[in-house]
C-alpha cells in the first residue's frame, strides 16, 4: 500500500522559511517523479514543485527562486525548502506521486504566512 506522509508545516512570519518533508512507502521511491502541491480556500489545488527520478527539478513561477524540491532515495523523502515566505504562500502542502497508474496524495500539511 502507498503512504505519503507529510511534516513540516507550520506558522511563519512573511521572509521566513520552512522545511517540508514527505515520507514515502510502498512503492520503489526513486523510480517516481515526485510533487509538492498547495491549495488554499481562494484556488484550485496548483502544482508548485517537481522532482524526476533523476533529479530534474520544475517550479511554479510563483516560488521560482524561493522554494527548492530536493530528494533523499536512500530516506524514500522528499523535501522542499521554502525561503522568502510570503503571505500568498499560505496554504495546505501535499506530496503527490502517480505510480502505477495511480495518482497517490498525502494527507497535507498546513503553512500559514502571517505577521
Known amino acids: 500500500q502507498v503512504q505519503l506522509v507529510e511534516s513540516g508545516g507550520g506558522l511563519v512570519l512573511p521572509g521566513g522559511s520552512l522545511r517540508l518533508s514527505c515520507k514515502a512507502s510502498g512503492i520503489i521511491f526513486s523510480i517516481y517523479a515526485m510533487d509538492w502541491y498547495r491549495q488554499n480556500p481562494e484556488k484550485q489545488r496548483e502544482s508548485v514543485a517537481t522532482?524526476?527520478?533523476?533529479?530534474?527539478?520544475n517550479y511554479a513561477d510563483s516560488v521560482t527562486g524561493r522554494f527548492t524540491i530536493s530528494r533523499d532515495n536512500a530516506k524514500n523523502t522528499v523535501y522542499l525548502q521554502m525561503n522568502n515566505l510570503k503571505p500568498e504562500d499560505t496554504g495546505v502542502y501535499y506530496c503527490h506521486t502517480r505510480a502505477l497508474a495511480r495518482n497517490y496524495w498525502g494527507q497535507g500539511t498546513q503553512v500559514t504566512v502571517s505577521s
Open positions: 522532482i524526476t527520478g533523476g533529479g530534474n527539478t
